[in-house]
């Protein structure tokens, strides 16, 4: 069965600093991959998507991912780091033939000033 | 256009009672989804719709607990008997028609936090 792993439970990075959050998946076809952010209190928000195509996508806030298929991993960046940003971070996979995606656990993330 | 919508935001009972919670998808979504957020926990998947049928409804964690989907668009998800262990955040998700591709962003609802007494 496939299955996401989010290794980092809790991230703190000062604002202004660079932001790596890893994510890795398990299963043998193409994936599509999607990173969300959760605000407390609120929803998901789709922070970006990776269907195929450019290996490294750009989505809203100023973040990035890269699929590296080789690490089966889709970790998520930011060059500067703001307040706002602060949440929870999910990333997600889907793969043909089956019907939803399959989540990680999250990775919280900290800013200090 | 609107978003996803959900309804209560909140809701708290006490153990035994049943509870309802609404879903209204973003309009033209054909496919919906329900997820269980716990505390500490990811989202677990309890039921998805094409249209008006469930074609996985694998996710969801016992016979108290149901789902349906009316005209297409709004959907309802029943807990009977609440437990405490049903306390948590139940999200709803539309997108467009899910082929089985695995590839339909998801847009998620604000969510409804249940609360069991």
């Known amino acids: 069965a496939q299955s996401v792993t989010q290794p980092d439970i809790h991230i703190t990075v000062s604002e202004g600093a660079s932001l790596e959050l890893r994510c890795n998946y398990s299963y043998g076809a193409t994936p599509y991959l999607f990173w969300y952010v959760q605000s407390p209190g609120q929803g998901l928000q789709l922070l970006l998507k990776?269907?195929?195509?450019?290996?490294l996508v750009q989505g809203i806030k100023g973040f990035e991912a890269e699929f590296k298929r080789s690490q089966s991993s889709f970790n998520l960046r930011k060059p500067s780091v703001h307040w706002s940003d602060a949440a929870e971070y999910f990333c997600a996979v889907g793969f043909s033939g089956y019907s939803t995606l399959t989540f990680g656990k999250g990775t919280m993330l900290l800013v200090s000033p | 256009g609107a978003g996803v919508s959900q309804s209560p935001s909140n809701k708290v009972t006490e153990k035994g009672k049943d509870v309802e919670l609404r879903c209204d998808p973003i309009s033209g979504h054909t496919a919906l989804y329900w997820y269980r957020q716990s505390l500490g926990q990811g989202l677990e998947f309890l039921i998805y719709?094409?249209?008006?049928?469930?074609?996985?409804k694998s996710g969801l964690p016992s016979d108290r607990f149901s789902a349906e989907r009316t005209g297409g668009s709004v959907s309802t998800l029943t807990i009977q008997r609440t437990q405490q262990e049903d306390s948590a955040v139940y999200l709803c998700a539309s997108s467009l028609r899910n082929f089985q591709g695995g590839g339909k962003t998801q847009y998620f609802g604000p969510g409804t936090r249940l609360l069991v007494l």
């Open positions: 990776y269907f195929s195509g450019d290996t």
């Open positions: 719709f094409q249209g008006n049928s469930a074609p996985d």
